[in-house]
T-cell receptor
Framework: NAGVTQTPKFRILKIGQSMTLQCTQD?????MYWYRQDPGMGLKLIYY???????DKGEVPNGYNVSRSTTEDFPLRLELAAPSQTSVYFC????????????FGEGSWLTVV | QQQVKQSPQSLIVQKGGISIINCAYE??????FPWYQQFPGKGPALLIA?????SEKKEGRFTISFNKSAKQFSLHIMDSQPGDSATYFC????????????FGTGTRLTVIP
């Protein structure tokens, strides 16, 4: 009963490096999301996807890219990492439109030094 | 700009007491108001949710009170237990569209035995 699985759990990046956070879900959800969580700020939406091949920006998309080639996978790409991207990243998924439960992964802790 | 404002930032309650967390929103287009519970090192998980056609929803020890005219809603935890110690996030979204949740900044609840 995996749900939403994120890898890696922890990562330290140097300024200017790039990396991809992986996310996969096994619930056949059409909607997927990436949020970042900063202390005292709640969760902010980075990007979301309403289905394979369709992605759109959320509140804080700068410095990130996404793709959705399959229903199951929604990787988040960080290009040219900056200290401001130090955060906890959560991938999530849901079935259908607004008002349906969003299920979160366990998070990926990223530190940029 | 914070779409959903949450208070208090932290809360300490004695075992058996009532925990109350408050949220306010501005966007009258929001029509779905969930509460998420997050334990350390884990992703948020849906606790309880309400739609604006009712003023209260109760599930076990957890109750949401909703005041549409004031654009406020609150979470009440009755008979609070040490196992309730977690961070609680209120959120809001529209039921049409991409199901994008706007989160409050979170309340860290500590229940003292």
């Amino acid at each position: 009963n995996a749900g939403v699985t994120q890898t890696p759990k922890f990562r330290i990046l140097k300024i200017g490096q790039s990396m991809t956070l992986q996310c996969t879900q096994d619930m056949n959800h059409n909607y997927m999301y990436w949020y970042r969580q900063d202390p005292g700020m709640g969760l902010k939406l980075i990007y979301y996807s309403v289905g394979a091949g369709i992605t759109d920006k959320g509140e804080v998309p700068n410095g990130y890219n996404v793709s959705r080639s399959t229903t199951e996978d929604f990787p988040l790409r960080l290009e040219l990492a900056a200290p401001s991207q130090t955060s906890v990243y959560f991938c999530a998924s849901s079935y259908g439109q607004g008002g349906n439960t969003i299920y979160f992964g366990e998070g990926s802790w990223l530190t940029v030094v | 700009q914070q779409q959903v404002k949450q208070s208090p930032q932290s809360l300490i309650v004695q075992k058996g007491g009532i925990s109350i967390i408050n949220c306010a929103y501005e966007n009258t287009a929001f029509d779905y108001f969930p509460w998420y519970q997050q334990f350390p090192g884990k992703g948020p998980a849906l606790l309880i949710a309400i739609r604006p056609d009712v003023s209260e929803k109760k599930e076990g020890r957890f109750t949401i009170s909703f005041n549409k005219s004031a654009k406020q809603f609150s979470l009440h935890i009755m008979d609070s237990q040490p196992g309730d110690s977690a961070t609680y996030f209120c959120a809001a979204s529209r039921r049409t569209g991409a199901n994008n949740l706007f989160f409050g900044t979170g309340t860290r609840l500590t229940v003292i035995p």
